[in-house]
Every structure is written in structure tokens, then in C-alpha cells.
């Protein structure tokens, strides 16, 4: 580079956005300790980094926003690190608690054991792919399938459940390969599910009434209560609203139909 060249007239040095990429940074390293430990049989510790991961990669996007740091390499790092937290990780961890126990049923049921992992992990990758190339153009009210972190959210929750009432995962590895195959279809799916991003229609439309701000405060009391169940409740909610809807549009009259 010129030195004798103005500031003003020098070509900008292609760099990245540290802030939001340190957040995302650090949901990518939730996920790969819940991997870790869910190898090492410490399933809480696993449970509790997937849902650190998921605050981490809520939080990345709106710091993006409100520090005006956007940028592409920044929206496909997410995308790469969510695969990873709520794909992989999910996956591994349902796969070291229950579903590795398949094989004590016969060598068919070992490989259906590993496949219904693998099937969660690749519908993971094909719902983030799909939401990346369709981000311009759907409404962003919905979602189209349920979102890779409600999924992860869903199965962490379980497993950290039935671990915290002693239900090992050998006993319940028919009920949590369904729930592996479940809530993987689901985030391929092309049912709808509320984004909460409000209704895209004016301010005042998206004003809520005042008893409403009770209801974090009373998520949060709740969470520090009893975590692992609060969260398999709203999870499990949230993943049953898509669905329920679905039907109330397709079978109820009068009715919103899908656009």
C-alpha cells in the first residue's frame, strides 16, 4: 500500500466483526463440550452446554443488530455453529445415553440405534440450509419447521429430565428414538411455528397487555426452581403448537388457511 495515499482514499482492510463472533464463538463451544461430555457420560453437564449454546446464539444475532456489525460471514458462521450446538450435539448426546443401548436388542437394532442419530443430525443441516436460502423471502412471523434450537432444547430437556428422576437411559430407549426421529421431522418439516418477531403490521399491533410481563417473570421463577422440567414444558409446548395449529387451519371451519 501507498503510505503517501490519504486515509480517506485507502482501500478498507477486509476484516470480521469481533463482538457478535464471540457469542457465536461461544455457542459453538457449548456444543462441542456437550459432545465431550456426553461421551464421558456427564449428562447434565452436556444438557446444561446445549442450552448455554442456545442463549449464546440468541444473543449473537441482536448484538450484530444493535451494534450495526452485520455481515455474511457473520450469518454463515451462525449457521456452521448451530449445526454443530443444536445438530450434533443433540444428537450425540441422545446417542451416548439410550440409543447406544439399542444393541443389546441385536445388531439391527444397534444400527437403527446410530441411524436415528444421524437422521436427526441431517434434518438439523437440511432446516438450517433451507432457512438460510429462503431468510429474503418468507414471513418472518413463522417459522417454516421447527427451529434447530427449540429441537436440541427439546431432547436436551428430556434427557436432563429423565436423568434428574433415575430413569436411565436403557429403559427408555425405545420412547427416546422416537423422540429423536420426532423432532427431527419436525425441523424439516413444513409446519408453521411462531418466531415471536411480532406481526410486521405496526407498532401498536405488536403491543401486549400489561399481566403478560408477569409471565416471564413467572418462566423465571420457575427456572430457578425446577430448570430441567420448566424447560421441557415450554419446549414440548412449543413443538405441540406447530402442529396443533396445523390441524385447527386444515380441519376446523373457518379457519385461517396456510398461505
Known sequence: MDDNLPIESRPRARGIYLLPNLFTTGGL???FFAIIAASQGRIEAACVAIFVAAILD???????RLTNTQSEFGVQYDSLAD???FGMAPAMLMYHWALLSLRLDGVTQGKIG????????ACAALRLARFNSQVAVVDKRWFIGLASPAAAGLVASAVWVSHEFGWTGEELRYPALALTVIAGLLMVSRIRYNS?????HGPKSDRVPFFALLIPLAVLIALWIAPAITLLTATALYALSGPVLWFKRRHLPGADPAP
Open 114 to 121: 446410530w441411524l436415528g442419530a444421524f437422521l436427526y443430525a
Open 83 to 85: 449445526l454443530v450446538s
Open 196 to 200: 415471536f418477531k411480532g406481526s410486521g
Open 29 to 31: 463451544f457449548g456444543g
Open 58 to 64: 440468541g444473543l449473537d444475532g441482536r448484538v450484530a
